[in-house]
């Protein structure tokens, strides 16, 4: 391994790898590959006419080299093979496709064996999206800070003992030398890409191939994106029940009371059994339904802040915009500024 920044990364390309399985989809995997190919070559030729020197060769890797179809029906021909052979400075694994349901079983087990040697060579690795599943398989992040996309970090909490999973940020460097490094889901590995090139390159020059490419760090994290994935029906027949019903009355005086009422438990017994059926506490259920909705309205519609806070249950707009920044990171204002836009595109007829 070279270190960043030294002599001899100065002296020839920073060697980065792209794993390719077929669990994997294409658009990260070139579009990775574009964004490492960029630095040090683009900017020159925008600005002077004259591609300059490639900085970083990434190179499409896989077990065997041959062809493959991926998971979006795209394919790809890898460039390189892994084996006891090939070290590069970094290599990189992104968005990968399985049943969450029954986990990854043994579908990345001659990735995960190489991952493990290459990390006892001091390897960096890289992954965004679900590839982080990757590094759990491989035994790499117990007691180790980690991401993933918004939608799975419930998922890796309970594979994955003593990970200590961060949903709301979009990159997460942690491990031994900082060498595992992790971006969270959709286009956050480009927040990857640009990581990677200030690290081996120079900051300066990951600003270049931002603006290049027009790519907008992700600085606010994963929060303004996250949905509310994680509150499945619950087994529990009472507390299911009682998921259905604030559904449609959250936007009532007191609902956490009405769901007790409905349950006929003791209210002990009820905040009990509704923490251990969803792993939320009624009033942050509640909460979470009521910025749902409120994001919605915010997306789709021009009533004002005071208006949705009404609208989802609040009668103290205040109160309502400080719990939604707190949640989700973004006041109300700035929130509708990001996505009101994309909420109002017209659809087709």
Known sequence: MVAENSPETLRRPIEVGILAVPQATASPIYGMQEVL?????????????????????????????????????????PAKTLDDRYCPDALCILEVVFDPASGPGDLFARETRWLKDYWRKDGLIATACTGAVLLGEAGLLA??????????????????????????????????????????????????????????CSQAE?????KVHLIEWHETGQQPFASVSHQRQSDDAVIGRCQQWVAHHYDQPSPVAGMISLSGLS???????????????PIDYVLTLRLEEAKQIL??????????AEMVGYQDAAFFSRKFQQR?????????????GVGRLPANE
């Not at 799975?152 to 709301?168: L, S």
């Not at 973004?330 to 009101?340: C, D, E, N, S, V």
């Open 37 to 77: 190919a960029s630095a040090g070559r683009d900017w020159d030729f925008l600005m002077q006419g004259t591609p300059g020197e490639g900085l970083i060769n990434a190179s499409i890797v896989s077990m065997d080299g041959e062809p493959m179809e991926l998971s979006n029906g795209g394919w790809v021909k």
């Open 143 to 200: 007691g180790e800070d980690a991401t993933t996309h918004w939608g799975f970090c419930d998922f890796m909490a309970r594979r994955y003992p003593g990970v200590r999973m961060h949903p709301e940020r979009a990159l997460v460097a942690s491990g031994t030398g900082q060498r595992l490094i992790m971006s969270g889901g959709g286009t956050s590995w480009m927040d990857l890409g640009l990581y990677l090139i200030a690290r081996f």
């Open 206 to 210: 990951a600003v270049r191939v931002a």
């Open 267 to 281: 209210e002990r017994s009820f905040h009990r059994r509704f923490r251990q059926a969803t792993g939320m506490t």
């Open 299 to 308: 997306e789709t519609s021009k009533v004002s802040v005071e208006a949705v």
């Open 328 to 340: 989700v990171g973004l006041t109300p204002a700035q929130y509708r500024r990001k996505f009101g």
